[in-house]
C-alpha cells in the first residue's frame, strides 16, 4: 500500500483505524477475548504511536485515555509546505504588484486565504491564492504581503502564515 494511502485526509481506513483493528482482531481471534468486552476509542494524532487498549470487565468504570497531543480530534494528514512569492525588486509602482500563495500537496482539505500587506491597497484576489496590490500613492522602500492559510476539515492543524517582502527602488 502507498504512503498516500495510509496517510490520507480521509476518514477512510486511516493508519489509527488499522492498528486498531488489528489489535482488535488479535485479541479476539488469538486470545479469544469477547469483542463485547473490548473497547477502543480514536485516540486521533499523538505525539507517539501507542495504542492503549483496555479489556473492561462488567459493570467496571471506563478508564480515561490519555490526552491527545492536539486540542482537537483530526486524522492522519500530512501538513503541506506554504509559501509566498511575488517579485524580488520593482522599479515602477504604476502597475500592480502580484503576490501569489503556493501550497505543495498534502493537505486535501478546503483552504481559505487571508491577505494582509505593510503598505499599498488589495485591489484584487482577496480570498484567493493570487493578490494584486496597488503601490501608486505610497511612498516606502519596501512592501511585505503576508497570508494567513486556513485549513478546513480534517488537516486544521496544518493552517499558518507566510510573508514575502518585495524591495522598491525608484
Not at 507517539?48 to 471506563?62: C, Q, R
Not at 486540542?71 to 509566498?84: E, L, W
Request: with cysteine; net charge positive; hydrophobic share 35%.
Amino acid at each position: 500500500m502507498s504512503d498516500e494511502a495510509l496517510f490520507d485526509c480521509s476518514k477512510n481506513a486511516t493508519t489509527s483505524e488499522r492498528r486498531n483493528d488489528f489489535v482488535r482482531n488479535l485479541l479476539v481471534n488469538k486470545y479469544r477475548i469477547p469483542s463485547k468486552r473490548i473497547i477502543s476509542k480514536d485516540g486521533y494524532i499523538r505525539t507517539n504511536t501507542d495504542l492503549e487498549f483496555w479489556i473492561i470487565p462488567k459493570g467496571a468504570v471506563l478508564p480515561k485515555e490519555t490526552p491527545n497531543s492536539y486540542s482537537k480530534p483530526i486524522v492522519d494528514c500530512f501538513c503541506p509546505a506554504m509559501d509566498v512569492r511575488g517579485e524580488a525588486t520593482i522599479t515602477n509602482k504604476t502597475f500592480p504588484l502580484t503576490f501569489v500563495a503556493n501550497i505543495s500537496d498534502g493537505a486535501a482539505d478546503e483552504i481559505k486565504y487571508i491577505w494582509k500587506v505593510s503598505i499599498g491597497k488589495i485591489i484584487s484576489g482577496q480570498g484567493t491564492p493570487t493578490i494584486q496590490v496597488d503601490l501608486s500613492r505610497t511612498k516606502v522602500k519596501e512592501v511585505t504581503a503576508t497570508v494567513e492559510f486556513r485549513f478546513e476539515g480534517c488537516c486544521e492543524h496544518c493552517s499558518g502564515t507566510e510573508s514575502f517582502t518585495t524591495k522598491i527602488f525608484q
